[in-house]
């Protein structure tokens, strides 16, 4: 998990930027394997990358977004539906079996879904974000790598708003990290 979480910069723009491009190479990375049992540890990154990113965001961004930028509800709302979709899409793909064609239609489909989100909050979210002042954005910039530190590392749908989050989050971020621990000593 480490390594897949973009340690710099330190602003939070900046820093969720990074991670929309590096979420874009990652489903390059599942897309393109050359073995298609090859998929599963790229494609298992870059589940936990989304379900922690989006988490942070919901958790963080999305209500400073609400706030700050014009429209904001609306924008907002629209961002939460997203996420709510892609969530549902992620979590049926993880059930699917990666050597099949299926997956790789789903995870294509999930593909330019969250690339068009990211698009969406970049154009419509982060430049209200960018005219707070230097020590916010960097202060957003940690809350966003300690939220996404302790998040759940799975998709959970119907878990969009920042309560439901700071009161779900900490046992669905249990229960994941212990899944995932599980499956890993079990192979």
Known sequence: MADMIVKSPDEVVAFLKAQHNLIEDMFDQVLHATDPKAREEPFATLRQLLAVHETAEEMLVHPRARKEADAGDAVVD???????????????????????????????????????????????????LQRLDSDDLKRMGTAVRAAEAIAPTHPHPGVESATLNFAVGPFASMLDRARDLIGRAIG
């Open 78 to 128: 629209a961002r939460l539906h997203e996420e709510h979709s892609a969530k549902e899409l992620l979590s049926a793909i993880e059930k699917l079996d990666s050597t099949t064609d299926q997956f790789l239609d789903e995870v294509t489909k999930l593909r330019e879904a969250v690339l068009e989100h990211a698009t969406r909050e970049e154009n419509e979210e982060f430049p209200a």
